[in-house]
Nanobody, 122 residues
Framework: QLQASGGGLVQAGGSLRLSCVGAGRTFRGYITGWFRQAPGKDREFVAAISYGGGGRYYADSMKGRFTISRDNAKNTVYLQMNNLKQEDTAVYYC?????????????????WGQGTQVTVSS
């Protein structure tokens, strides 16, 4: 129902753009978020965007480097990641929730994509 793509291997300081394509029932009216999980660590919130695009939310460590956007005509949410650091290495997941007030809490998301690996080398 959600499919994430765009991960890969990039050098530190480089950029990647992740995409999350959703089916209509997991996309229309939903808040879409990105989370990531590094080996041995808990899943953490990265960014989220409201369905209309007017609300964009970021984890503090991503502000200024990551940009979330969406194209509802294409049922797609993007995560542009610039100035990548080695600590950004993780599997990145997109997810959808109808609860805007809980956008940073993974357990409030109903639908999840399969994840895409991002590896940042030195």
């Amino acid at each position: 129902q959600l499919q994430a793509s765009g991960g890969g291997l990039v050098q530190a300081g480089g950029s990647l753009r992740l995409s999350c394509v959703g089916a209509g029932r997991t996309f229309r009216g939903y808040i879409t978020g990105w989370f990531r999980q590094a080996p041995g660590k808990d899943r953490e919130f990265v960014a989220a965007i409201s369905y209309g695009g007017g609300g964009r939310y970021y984890a503090d460590s991503m502000k200024g480097r990551f940009t979330i956007s969406r194209d509802n005509a294409k049922n797609t949410v993007y995560l542009q990641m610039n100035n990548l650091k080695q600590e950004d290495t993780a599997v990145y997941y997109c997810a959808a929730t109808s609860n805007l007030s809980r956008y940073a809490e993974s357990n409030w998301y109903n639908y999840w994509g399969q994840g895409t690996q991002v590896t940042v080398s030195s």
